[in-house]
């Protein structure tokens, strides 16, 4: 598996041994090499989760949608505000959006 990242303008960021783990959380005993000074390549498997959020303008830059999870084949988007032991499915149900 290689990833490739890119910058707010969409250049190429530069890849070292030295910078590498300002941009991911390598976990120990995961095999994994830099080619071409761009491209970072984990040959050993692994789970990679993630985290989606929500930034909207009226927001002000605060994330207060996040979704690590679909059901019925779309984001369950959880109301960062929402009061504490609500379904979360329930709570943002006319929120989600269909995954391609």
Do not use: C
């Not at 005993?29 to 050993?44: A, K, P």
Request: charged share 15%; hydrophobic share 45%.
């Amino acid at each position: 598996m290689s990833f490739i990242f890119h910058d707010a303008f969409g250049g190429k960021i530069g890849l070292t041994t030295d910078n590498i783990q300002q941009i991911v959380d390598i976990a120990a005993g995961v095999e994994w090499h830099i080619e071409n000074n761009f491209t970072l390549v984990f040959t050993t498997p692994k789970y990679i989760g993630y985290h989606l959020a929500q930034l909207t303008e009226a927001d002000n830059g605060l994330i207060r949608m996040v979704s690590h999870s679909t059901k019925d084949n779309a984001f369950v988007w959880v109301d960062l505000n929402a009061p504490a032991g609500l379904d979360d499915y329930e709570l943002v149900l006319s929120r989600s959006l269909s995954m391609p």
